[in-house]
């Protein structure tokens, strides 16, 4: 599996913009797609995340200013960023794991547990401007 994320860019506090992450390389549903960001010098933070079932979950930090959405036909995670400010700047990572229905992925990106997403991208740079 090889997830590519695209979209990030530079837009002034307030601003919008939409990140995408396409998958290739599956062969079934996944349990568990998220975004996760990361700035230098601190732990990468889970962010929004999506379960085999369809449910989505935020960071306090985001919630009603981000919105997580997929497409599955054609294997893309999508983050809508709105209302953004100079604390939301960071690489953005999309990850992903498979073939484990019995795990929390709501517990498992919101509470950091990084070491259980078994798939990941190489980010996409998002800086906000004041």
């Known amino acids: 599996v090889r997830l590519v994320e695209s979209g990030g860019g530079s837009v002034q506090s307030g601003g919008s913009l939409r990140l995408s992450c396409t998958a290739s390389?599956?062969?079934?549903?996944?349990?568990?797609m998220a975004w996760f960001r990361q700035v230098p010098g601190k732990a990468r933070e889970g962010v929004a995340s999506i379960d085999g079932y369809g449910g989505s979950y935020y960071a306090n930090s985001v919630k009603d200013r981000f919105t997580i959405s997929q497409d599955n036909a054609k294997h893309t995670l999508y983050l809508q960023l709105n209302s953004l400010s100079p604390e939301d700047t960071a690489r953005y990572y999309c990850a992903a794991y498979f073939d484990n229905p019995g795990r929390d992925c709501r517990v498992t990106v919101l509470g950091n547990f990084v070491e259980f997403m078994d798939y990941w991208g190489n980010g996409t740079l998002v800086t906000i401007s004041s």
């Open positions: 390389g599956v062969t079934g549903t996944s349990d568990c």
